[in-house]
């Protein structure tokens, strides 16, 4: 199975921005969307972001206009931007591929992203 290393998270005031990186040890092309994923303690894991191979994009309501993902297929590469962070965005992030099932799928470790008031 292909597995991937987030990283880039941090602690930040709210209205900064971070950068998130997605590294899979092997072909994502294979996968048609993939996506950006968050957790925050005591809740569901939710999609925040996907795109397709093509570079079609969705976004949660919740970070339209505030965050960007993209994907290199060719270095096997994903990429969060986030941008006027808020508290409410503090979360593990992790990177997948779109329709990935908690306890059923492969999961990363995450990077955490910590935002202050």
């Known amino acids: 199975q292909v597995q991937v290393v987030e990283s880039g998270g941090g602690l930040v005031q709210a209205g900064g921005s971070l950068r998130l990186s997605c590294a899979a040890d092997?072909?994502?092309?294979?996968?048609?969307?993939m996506g950006w994923f968050r957790q925050a303690p005591g809740k569901k894991r939710e999609l925040v972001a996907s795109?397709?191979?093509?570079?079609?994009?969705n976004y949660a309501d919740s970070v339209k206009g505030r965050f960007t993902i993209s994907r290199d297929n060719a270095k096997n590469t994903m990429t969060l931007q986030m941008n006027s962070l808020k508290p409410e965005d503090t979360a593990k992030y992790y990177c997948?591929?779109?329709?990935?099932?908690?306890?059923?799928?492969?999961w990363g470790k995450g990077t955490q992203v910590t935002v202050s008031t």
């Open positions: 795109i397709t191979s093509g570079g079609n994009t």
């Open positions: 997948n591929e779109g329709h990935a099932r908690d306890g059923i799928d492969y």
């Open positions: 092997g072909d994502i092309s294979r996968f048609n969307t």
